[in-house]
């Protein structure tokens, strides 16, 4: 079976840095994209980066300029690199793998708590 595993996360003041990981394995003939959703209390899930098949990447718009999604696609990892983090951005991290085994799956992460103070 296909499984993901998160880490990074953590306890960080305002204008600090974490970087998040998420390391896909299993069977998996390809993957389509891979990226982070993240969610407070009493908010949506929103997407925070998302990075596709082709290279391309989206971002929130609250995260643009401190927020870089990169992968490693020989390891099926995807990283999330946070810099000058707000405490806007407290909330647990989840990840996504949308991937091709028996059609297109998607699957979700457990999430990992990012907490910002400050």
């Known amino acids: 079976q296909v499984q993901l595993e998160e880490s990074g996360g953590g306890l960080v003041q305002a204008g600090g840095s974490l970087r998040l990981s998420c390391a896909a394995s299993?069977?998996?003939?390809?993957?389509?994209?891979m990226g982070w959703y993240r969610q407070a209390p009493g908010k949506q899930r929103e997407l925070v980066a998302v990075i596709v098949s082709g290279g391309s990447t989206n971002y929130a718009d609250s995260v643009k300029g401190r927020f870089t999604i990169s992968r490693d696609n020989a390891k099926n990892t995807v990283y999330l690199q946070m810099n000058s983090l707000k405490p806007e951005d407290t909330a647990v991290y989840i990840c996504?793998?949308?991937?091709?085994?028996?059609?297109?799956?998607?699957?979700w992460g457990q999430g990992t708590q990012v907490t910002v103070s400050s």
């Open positions: 299993g069977t998996i003939f390809s993957i389509n994209a």
């Open positions: 996504m793998l949308r991937y091709v085994s028996r059609g297109l799956q998607t699957l």
